[in-house]
């Protein structure tokens, strides 16, 4: 116990050095991704909605069920709070740092499976992917309270607000750059496939769901 309160010392007093902007680095893209992957689902339920949920006959585009809307988008919060409540117990028990690599593996695997949502109805697609958004939430969870831990254990106690800022500004560059990703693929398959406006079926071409 000593020695780990000898090293905390000796951090809170350090000069900045280049393993403090690196360490700003590896725990700010831990921000940037939780913001990127809890925001970006946002931008496309009205995709989905229209590709999955559009009845033929129909004179308006399809939107997702209140139910489903909000089970899509509120999984991931639910897989956050038991993921926090985990994580922070275990990385305690273990080790942070180790913790921390977990969550990032989680989050990348997750996300992939999102993006592969599968099943042979609208029903099945959208029950895979409040399954693989849970687990995604799950590690999001784990990875926002780890990455601000880790960086105010590495920084000193002059420069600790001004690190923990620039980490927690990455929240708002993950939201921003989801957002961007969205607008230019939606541009692109916009350009490459055309759709009939007119008609509500056909107001979303089968190619468009490569976009999410």
């Known amino acids: 116990m000593s020695s ?33 992957d809890f925001f970006n689902l946002a931008n496309i ?6 590709i999955y949920y559009t009845r033929e006959g129909s004179t308006k585009p399809g939107t997702l069920p209140l139910g489903v809307n909000s089970a899509v988008n509120g999984v991931d919060l639910i897989g956050a ?4 409540l985990f994580f922070g117990w275990l990385g305690d028990k273990i080790g942070r740092k180790k913790v921390y690599g977990v969550t ?8 992939l499976a999102s ?4 099943g042979k109805s609208a029903k ?6 409040c399954f693989f958004r849970f687990w995604l939430g799950f590690g999001i969870g784990g990875d926002y309270p780890l990455s601000a831990t880790i960086m105010s254990e590495y920084a000193n106690k002059r420069t600790r607000g001004a690190f923990m800022a620039a980490v927690f500004a990455m929240q708002g560059f ?22 009939n406006k007119n008609i509500a079926i056909a107001s979303v071409v089968p190619q468009a769901d490569y976009v999410w």
Do not use: C, P
């Open 4 to 36: 780990q309160l000898k090293v905390l010392s000796a951090l809170d007093v350090a000069e900045t050095q280049w393993y403090h902007f690196t360490a700003i680095l590896i725990a700010g893209m831990g921000i940037f991704t939780d913001a990127y």
């Open 45 to 50: 339920t009205r995709l989905l909605g229209r």
């Open 81 to 84: 709070l038991i993921g926090q």
């Open 104 to 111: 990032l593996i989680l989050m990348v695997v997750s996300s």
């Open 115 to 118: 993006a592969l949502s599968f």
């Open 124 to 129: 099945g697609v959208m029950t895979t992917l």
């Open 174 to 195: 993950g939201i921003l750059f989801s957002s961007l990703v969205s607008l230019i693929v939606s541009a692109a398959f916009y350009r490459s496939y055309e759709a």
